[in-house]
């Protein structure tokens, strides 16, 4: 976690449409983009990305599915050092952008200086026809995000909204009149969620793979739409949550991934040094579910991969997973994953094509 002298030192990284533009063109010659502190983004072969100072666990990657459409898919387990020394000042001036986040944290401010935390299962929609440039401070150790970057054409060609279906500013934006901001951070259905997924990790390959990609961009940004209609803003800009709060949240979530059995509210509380109401309403804005909901997820996302590579019988991996009784566990694991803990397929094994 980077200190607060870090971050007021903060190197400023510009991220813009042309250089979007030209991190496609790379990613298609089988080059990666990589932007370090205090100097121009480089472009490296995608083979170094796991070596020496710039590795990491993970994949990123631009797309451009059309003239007037990008895409960027992130999926970072171990986020490097450098990337909490940067701050980036994403300048979309005529495009409309839209940002996914299914796992990570940052601090978000809009062009008018309004400043968020975000953290999973989080959205933004934005759009600027002046230049004006929204920021991002990566606070967290991964991110799994999705980013949808359009111009209106894109918008009126695939989706064909009537203009009572979108906020007043985003109409202007739509109709190419100048002067405008539009800046909104909510948090995603279930349904945005898995649309997200699959946008991350398709289930297609080869040469449908793109018109597959497009079309769940054009249900992606239909949802995110919709939600606009149907909510407020759901992530609060007032929210304060400090660099402390914000340290002792991930020692939290630490904590719930080292244990077997979920701790109580006030035992975790006492150990990461938060009250306990914070402790609560802060763990579920940043990490979008409540402290044993993330516990029971762990274990069974634990239990699966552990069925799934045969390491353990299934009542030792129920012990594991924190469930002294079998049934208990065989229930929970299929109201979870559909399935019984017994009909898992182990990795090595290849299903039969009847």
């Not at 069925?307 to 009542?315: F, M, Q, T, V």
Request: with cysteine; glycine share 6%; proline share 5%.
């Amino acid at each position: 976690m980077a200190t607060r002298h870090q971050r007021e030192n903060a190197a400023s990284i510009p991220v813009t449409i042309r250089e979007l533009q030209a991190s496609a063109e790379a990613a298609a010659d089988g080059l990666a983009t990589i932007y370090l502190p205090g100097g121009d983004p480089t472009r490296v072969p995608q083979e170094q990305i796991v070596s020496g100072e710039l590795a990491h666990d993970g994949t990123q990657e631009i797309l451009s599915l059309t003239e007037d459409l990008m895409l960027t898919r992130m999926d970072v387990r171990h986020i490097p050092e450098t990337a909490h020394e940067n701050c980036y000042s994403l300048q979309y001036d005529g495009w409309l952008f839209l940002h996914f986040r299914l796992d990570g944290l940052s601090r978000e401010a809009s062009p008018s200086g309004d400043t968020a935390m975000l953290g999973r299962n989080s959205f933004i929609l934005s759009a600027s026809r002046h230049g004006q440039a929204t920021t991002r401070e990566v606070l967290g150790d991964s991110w799994r995000t999705v980013g949808i970057v359009c111009q209106p054409s894109f918008v009126a060609r695939e989706l064909q909204l009537r203009d009572e279906v979108m906020p007043e500013e985003l109409r202007r934006f739509q109709a190419g009149e100048d002067n405008v901001d539009f800046w909104y951070a909510g948090e995603m259905t279930n349904e945005m969620s898995s649309v997200a997924n699959a946008l991350l990790h398709p289930s297609v390959s080869g040469s449908v793979q793109q018109i597959y990609l497009r079309a769940k961009v054009v249900e992606l940004v239909c949802l995110a739409m919709d939600r606009l209609q149907c909510t407020r803003p759901s992530v609060s800009p007032t929210l304060r949550l400090g660099q402390y709060d914000v340290a002792c949240l991930n020692r939290a979530r630490e904590l719930l991934e080292a244990s077997p059995t979920t701790p109580s509210l006030g035992e975790l509380a006492r150990q990461v040094g938060l009250n306990r109401s914070k402790l609560a309403a802060g763990f579920k804005h940043v990490f979008g579910m409540t402290i044993g909901a993330y516990h029971r997820e762990l274990r069974l996302q634990l239990a699966l991969q552990a069925l799934k590579s045969r390491s353990a019988p299934i009542g030792r991996v129920a012990e594991d997973a924190g469930y002294s009784d079998p049934g208990s566990f065989t229930k929970a694991f299929k109201a979870r994953f559909d399935m019984l803990p017994s009909e898992v397929i182990p990795e090595d094994v290849t299903p039969s094509a009847n």
